[in-house]
């Protein structure tokens, strides 16, 4: 099912607006791929304790986006759109770059200097990648019947 939805109702963040983040970040990292289908309203609905109204309505909004279509009938459903992918990993890198600024101006303002901004921040992504590796590209296995997914996207 949608194990890689994380709702959490007590965010702050209205349920729609995270559905919508979290499809546009699957599709940005290749967990969903052009064409690929989403859960359907129902199940994400039931999955989640959700309204299903609430599902709909992000659907909705991303597919207003272009993010994703809607194929009706007995094969149909909510489908990744395949000119999207690139556009949304663009616009995420492009929200991770602002908030990589955000901290630099926040470390500014407490008189950090340049050097103490790099090395607190190597600190951290040397303890976040110790704890959270990034899986071998060797030990990855591909379903068959399922194309390969680029993990480790490659300037071509």
């Known amino acids: 099912m949608a194990i890689w939805f994380d709702i959490d109702p007590k965010s702050g963040t209205p349920i729609f607006k995270q559905v919508i983040e979290q499809v546009k970040r699957a599709i940005a990292t290749g967990m969903l791929l052009p064409d690929e289908q989403l859960p359907t309203v129902r199940e994400l609905a039931e999955e989640h304790s959700l309204n299903p109204n609430t599902i709909a309505k992000a659907y909705q909004n991303l597919e207003l986006l272009g993010v994703v279509y809607t194929r009706p009938g007995p094969r149909g459903g909510t489908f990744v759109a395949g000119e999207a992918a690139a556009g ?36 951290a992504l040397g303890h976040w990648y110790k704890e959270h590796p990034l899986p ?16 480790y996207p490659t300037a071509e």
């Open 136 to 151: 071998a590209p060797a030990s990855i296995e591909v379903p068959v019947n399922r194309p390969a997914r680029k993990l």
């Open 88 to 123: 949304v990993r663009e616009e995420e890198l492009q929200r991770y770059q602002e908030e990589i600024r955000r901290l630099v101006r926040y470390g500014h303002s407490l008189g950090l200097d340049r050097g103490e901004l790099d090395r607190r921040f190597q600190q």
